[in-house]
């Protein structure tokens, strides 16, 4: 069965971090483009982080460059989002995509349109 699968989220304390995991089953993640979007409640979807193919570049929008971060473990099949110094204003449901054709990078990484498979997404939430 094609499936992503988050987890790792929940609720932290400002300036905490937290490691968000996508994992793959019923194909090698290896083999695609990944992207990490997010949505808080009443906002639009963001597209915050992607990591190519190879696994040799990733993207970053501007309100989390910096302090995320994203890694593959391929015998895994699993891709890390590090969150690190995490704000209120990060809090949101967090979910993974993959782009639905192998071994290809999209020219526009951070938009949802790029991807076909979405995750059901891993809740995160940072408050005192």
């Known amino acids: 069965q094609w499936q992503l699968v988050e987890s790792g989220g929940g609720l932290v304390q400002p300036g905490a971090s937290l490691r968000l995991s996508c994992v793959a089953s019923?194909?090698?993640?290896?083999?695609?483009?990944i992207g990490w979007f997010r949505q808080a409640p009443g906002k639009e979807l963001e597209g915050i982080s992607a990591i190519t193919y190879g696994g040799h570049f990733t993207n970053h929008a501007d309100s989390v460059n910096g302090p995320f971060s994203l890694s593959r473990d391929n015998a895994k099949n699993t891709v890390y989002l590090q969150m690190d110094s995490l704000q209120p204003a990060d809090t949101a449901l967090y979910c993974c995509a993959e782009s639905g054709r192998p071994r290809w990078n999209p020219t526009s990484p951070l938009s949802d349109y790029e991807y076909a498979y979405w995750g059901q997404g891993t809740q995160v939430s940072v408050s005192l």
């Open positions: 019923g194909f090698t993640l290896k083999d695609y483009f």
